[in-house]
């Protein structure tokens, strides 16, 4: 199950454009090539690696959750020598202003929801310097045996931000912002990383890598998230629950006024007041 489950994971990269399965070549020749003519390029491993999701419960709730990721702590070029990426940073959103958006949800006539961005990196290009290429491990070959006995190390183009390569952070956040700046009408707002307003819907929209959170006025929301899919491929939008490691419950509290505040404002009702 575990090496079916990352069987899956591969196809779903490959389908995505993750790496040209077109442009295998063996490994020995991609680097004479690449000695011979003088061209830079970097090359490292794909880590495959399965997780058991809900493996506190009994089994038959287990999920098996295949994932691959770059090796970015060995990446080389054409030499054999460590390699040097772009110097990039994202800068992903704090726990402060993740309080803030949920404060602004919660006022009358607003509301919250929130989506997952689908495997968020591979979204976006691999912009680096140099072409990055993967070593294609064996699981992850194609099961119709057209590379057995031809390659020994295959190795094929990198051409998505895959997670673990040093620079994909960067590059998925700068095509997310892309997006939401040029395309969608959103504004930075200054000193707050990963935060955004719409200044036409009055929509506060907040993210930390792939989770987004937005707030504002209810009857916004559904064409907001419409128009947002034309761009970015998240999963259906929910209430908000999980972010940043925390669960969000809302409730309502029905807070008693006492003699002398309920005299001085001539109001004898009880005040709702809603919270997270």
């Known amino acids: 199950r575990a090496k079916q489950a990352i069987k899956d994971e591969g196809r779903s990269l490959v389908d995505q454009g993750t790496w040209l399965m077109e442009s295998v070549t063996e490994k020995s020749k991609l680097l004479a090539d690449a000695r011979a003519s003088g061209k830079k ?15 506190e419960l009994p089994s038959s709730s287990h999920v098996y959750k295949g994932r691959i990721t770059f090796r970015g702590d060995n990446t080389r070029d054409e030499e054999g020598a460590y390699a040097i990426f772009q110097d990039l940073s ?8 993740a309080n803030c958006a949920i404060a602004y949800g919660l006022i009358s006539g607003h509301k919250i929801t929130t989506a997952d961005a689908v495997k968020a990196y591979i979204q976006a290009q691999l912009r680096s310097q140099h072409p990055t290429w993967v070593r294609i491990p064996y699981e992850l070959w194609p099961e119709d045996g057209s590379w057995e006995g031809k390659y020994h190390q295959p190795m094929c183009l990198l051409v998505r931000a895959l997670y673990g390569h040093p620079e994909s952070g960067a590059h998925w956040e700068r095509h997310f912002n892309n997006i939401v700046l040029t395309k969608l009408g959103g504004e930075k707002i200054p000193d707050h990383p990963s935060l955004f307003w719409f200044s036409s819907t009055r929509l506060l929209l907040i993210v930390y890598v792939d989770d987004l959170i937005l707030s504002g006025p209810e009857g916004a ?30 409730i309502s509290l029905e807070l008693p006024i006492s003699d002398s505040e309920s005299d001085e404002g001539g109001n004898n009702a009880s005040s709702d007041a809603s919270g997270l």
């Open 41 to 55: 390029l970097h090359y490292g491993d794909l880590n495959p690696t399965c997780s058991i999701k809900y493996f």
């Open 221 to 250: 929301h559904e064409a907001f998230w419409a128009e947002f899919r034309k761009h970015v491929n998240i999963e259906e939008p929910t209430d908000v629950d999980r972010f940043l490691g925390r669960q969000h419950d809302e």
């Open 90 to 97: 994202a800068s992903p959103t704090s726990i402060q202003d």
